[in-house]
């Protein structure tokens, strides 16, 4: 469901496991995400270990953030350049509201 995209979500660097040994979340380049409702089903690494970060839709794309953005900021997008895979990278600064 698209909305379920724009829930906490925590990086890991190393590939979260469940209880039956199957990953958990997603990898997008060399790092592992994993959904705040799925915490939970973890074994390993601990839950500890992630780091929250943030997903902002706007329009038909998202970007995952670093960290949290905050209520009262709103983001700033600068396209960078593509890496090795297409991807876009931007740099995304928070001002106030």
């Known amino acids: 469901h698209i909305l379920s995209?724009?829930?906490?979500w925590y990086q890991f660097e190393q590939q979260p496991i469940d209880s039956e040994a199957q990953?958990?979340?997603v990898?997008?380049?060399d790092r592992y995400y994993v959904r705040e409702d799925w915490l939970s089903r973890l074994e390993s690494p601990s839950?500890?270990?992630?780091k929250q970060v943030q997903?902002?839709?706007?329009?038909?794309q998202y970007f995952l953030l670093d960290s949290q953005l905050?209520?009262?900021?709103?983001p700033v997008f600068t396209p960078g350049t593509p890496d090795q895979n297409g991807?876009?990278?931007y740099k995304?600064?928070?001002q106030d509201r």
């Open 5 to 8: 995209i724009q829930k906490n």
């Open 23 to 25: 990953p958990v979340g």
């Open 27 to 29: 990898r997008i380049e």
């Open 47 to 50: 839950k500890e270990a992630g």
């Open 55 to 60: 997903v902002i839709g706007r329009g038909k």
């Open 70 to 74: 905050g209520a009262d900021k709103k």
């Open 87 to 89: 991807r876009m990278h």
């Open 92 to 94: 995304v600064i928070s």
